[in-house]
């Protein structure tokens, strides 16, 4: 028996069958290199084969090289590709797990600075992100992109690949931008006449089928809404499926929305109703006669088995859900549901592919690392020891974790009545409130192993060295700065202060956040740092009702979350709320309830009069005096760590790394 019968039950595509009914969306990993996979890939989607998903679509590869978000990007009509797929498909084929190439182009919603070649769509419109005029292309370019798809397909099958996912039609890339009228002004035989939009795509699915022949899997990934004005809208796309079912060439459609005009369609962050694209799914669903693959904040395996259940779709696939817990079908065909690490919507692992880094997670340390902290990584401690780690955040719990699960005894410390750290202050912003997923899952582990907590304890080296322990973590956090520094003033760092900052209506954002003190009704958010934390300040003093002036040196407010592609979903929710941005300007001085402005490229001055309260987001100083005063012992033999922000204040996903490190090391 089981909690999920229609997710774990098998289905047929064509002449396969699937173990269960959850798929691994593709999505870029940036583990890439020379235009192949690598063994970083093999082991990337091993993992989660291992891990019991039952069908697997790679990345997004190029079917032509003008096609290249950044350098290396994988190509998948270069023949030196077939050697690759061969290794993959064997390490997944050991589990039992299918898996599938995904030819694409992105058309107009690219540049040409990897690619060093103009950039082509079917008109030269550009997009809203890229903003780069195409090059409208040519029936010679239209056949060029057609045989790249055709040496995809022949590529796959050569590789011992089980099948070919068509994409391409969705996320706005060059196949909806063919479909699309908003997009596709054609005066040819591809554009005009939805027959004619549809005639680059039926004669892509032509060569496809052609090269597989009739074993290996074929599939198409579509919109199921565009989302914006002019595009393709839920039965647009309707009729679109039931023609491309009609050709009898494909054994599945998945679905997704949006385009570039919309990013949060396609991937968004937290707050979005989990199974948000259901609706235009079943649309699709009801018009074809083949299985249906639904997307969209899939996270948990209830809400899965609902969306098959009630006929939303067949399958469901999974992205973020699969970096966070590659074991996420394990856990829930063992029944145990609260042991999936889950997504909480950080959006983190777009953030470090926007760095061009390798895919990563807020809290698997393993996503995109899987060699070096993948399952079975973890060695057993050769000589347990007594394990103190002071400071029961992200950093301490993830250090707390791992040396249990190596099997040493350890006490964690926390000087708060609850484990968390500034996480739980963050999610004091409802929009961030699926953040708490990281620390509780961090706590509901702990709790299963033999991990003395106490908390509501400042640990003091004369306790720690009475207690007898052999190994400290020290994972003491870091306090905002107070001073008024800010990167035009590095001199007030360790010198005199902002005129006023030491006035007793001058906070910073950890002590709004942690001590909820009653604030005026007019609120100063001066934030130097143009991450998130000025965002989730701004948001949390605006929902109780104070009226904010958000200041800033930066063109923008929260520039960095761009990164995270939400930086207009969360303005807008900023502006709605009332919050007033003031940009190119800093703090000069404050005086009682007076406060001057500065602009930094005219120098005019501006005055601010009544502002209540000030709230400084300048950064963060490490609360490190514990770990130098531990320092001496290591003469004696004591294993000492430094990790989190108490080592240097950064992110979430940095502390959960350094904790995982220095388990491992103890």
């Known amino acids: 028996m089981t909690s999920y019968p229609h997710l774990l039950s098998p289905i047929r595509l064509g002449k396969h069958e699937i173990r269960n009914r959850v798929w691994m969306a593709a999505h870029a990993t940036l583990l890439v290199k020379d235009n192949l996979f690598t063994d970083a890939h093999i082991h990337y989607y091993r993992e989660r084969a291992r891990g019991g998903v039952g069908i697997i679509t790679m990345e997004a590869m190029a079917v032509h090289p003008t096609t290249q978000p950044y350098k290396g990007k994988a190509f998948a009509f270069d023949p030196r590709m077939v050697p690759q797929y061969q290794k993959i498909a064997d390490a997944v084929h050991e589990y039992g797990t299918k898996i599938l190439a995904q030819p694409w182009h992105r058309g107009r919603e690219t540049s040409s600075v990897a690619s060093l070649?103009?950039?082509?769509?079917?008109?030269?419109?550009?997009?809203?992100?890229?903003?780069?005029?195409?090059?409208?292309?040519?029936?010679?370019?239209?056949?060029?992109i057609i045989e790249g798809y055709r040496l995809t397909a022949r590529f796959a099958r050569q590789g011992g690949l089980d099948g070919v996912e068509v994409h391409a039609m969705s996320h706005g890339y060059l196949l909806n931008q063919f479909l699309?009228?908003?997009?596709?002004?054609?005066?040819?035989?591809?554009?005009?006449?939805?027959?004619?939009?549809?005639?680059?795509?039926?004669?892509?699915?032509?060569?496809?089928?052609?090269?597989?022949?009739?074993?290996?899997?074929?599939?198409v990934r579509i919109n199921g809404d565009d989302g914006h004005e002019g595009g393709l809208r839920p039965d647009d796309w309707a009729e679109i499926a039931a023609r491309l079912d009609a050709t009898g060439h494909l054994d599945y459609i998945s679905v997704t929305q949006g385009t570039y005009l919309n990013r949060m369609l396609i991937y968004p962050t937290s707050p979005m109703p989990h199974g948000?694209?259901?609706p235009a799914t079943r649309k699709i669903k009801e018009a074809v006669s083949v299985p249906v693959v639904g997307v969209g904040r899939v996270v948990d395996p209830a809400e899965a088995e609902d969306y098959i259940a009630r006929g939303d779709c067949d399958m469901v696939a999974l992205a973020r859900a699969l970096i966070a817990d590659p074991e996420w079908v394990r856990k829930a065909a063992e029944a145990r549901r609260e042991d999936i690490r889950p997504c909480v919507g950080a959006n983190w692992c777009m953030s470090s592919i926007f760095a061009q880094a390798p895919i990563a997670c807020i809290h698997n340390p393993a996503a995109g690392a899987e060699l070096g902290f993948g399952t079975g990584t973890l060695a057993p401690a050769e000589a347990p020891r007594k394990v103190a780690v002071v400071g029961g955040g992200p950093a301490g719990m993830r250090a707390a974790l791992t040396a249990a699960d190596r099997g040493h005894a350890v006490t964690l410390f926390e000087r708060q009545p609850e484990l968390g750290g500034q996480v739980r202050l963050w999610a004091r912003a409802s929009s961030r409130q699926e953040l708490t997923g990281v620390v509780d899952w961090l706590g509901g582990q702990l709790a299963k192993r033999p991990v003395t907590i106490r908390c509501q304890t400042v640990a003091t080296p004369e306790m720690l060295e009475a207690e007898g322990f052999e190994a400290i973590v020290v994972a003491t956090g870091s306090h905002g700065l107070k001073h008024g520094w800010t990167p035009l003033h590095p001199e007030r760092w360790d010198g005199p202060v902002l005129p006023g900052a030491d006035q007793p209506n001058v906070w910073t954002y950890h002590e709004v956040l942690r001590d909820e003190p009653a604030l005026g009704a007019n609120v100063l958010l001066v934030d130097s740092l143009g991450g998130r934390?000025?965002?989730v300040?701004?948001?949390?003093?605006?929902?109780?009702?104070?009226?904010?002036?958000?200041?800033?040196?930066?063109?923008?407010g929260s520039p960095d979350l761009a990164s995270s592609r939400d930086w207009g979903k969360v303005h807008g929710m900023l502006r709605k709320l009332g919050v007033r941005f003031t940009v190119d300007s800093e703090l000069v001085s404050i005086a009682g309830n007076t406060v001057t402005l500065r602009d930094i490229y005219t120098d005019e001055q501006h005055t601010r009069d009544p502002v209540h309260d000030v709230v400084f987001v300048l950064g963060a100083a490490v609360d490190d005096a514990l770990f130098h005063a531990l320092e001496p012992r290591r003469a004696t033999g004591l294993d000492l760590h430094l990790i989190g922000d108490a080592l240097s204040p950064r992110r979430a996903s940095d502390a959960i790394r350094e904790g995982e490190i220095a388990a491992r090391a103890l």
């Open 533 to 535: 934390q000025g965002a």
């Open 117 to 144: 070649e103009p950039v082509w769509a079917p008109s030269p419109i550009p997009d809203a992100v890229y903003r780069e005029v195409p090059k409208e292309m040519t029936v010679a370019d239209i056949n060029a």
């Open 276 to 278: 948000y694209q259901m």
């Open 180 to 219: 699309s009228p908003a997009t596709n002004h054609r005066r040819d035989a591809f554009g005009g006449s939805l027959e004619n939009r549809l005639r680059i795509v039926l004669e892509i699915l032509d060569a496809t089928r052609q090269e597989t022949g009739p074993d290996m899997i074929v599939g």
């Open 537 to 556: 300040v701004a948001e949390y003093l605006a929902r109780r009702g104070h009226t904010v002036e958000f200041v800033t040196q930066l063109g923008q």
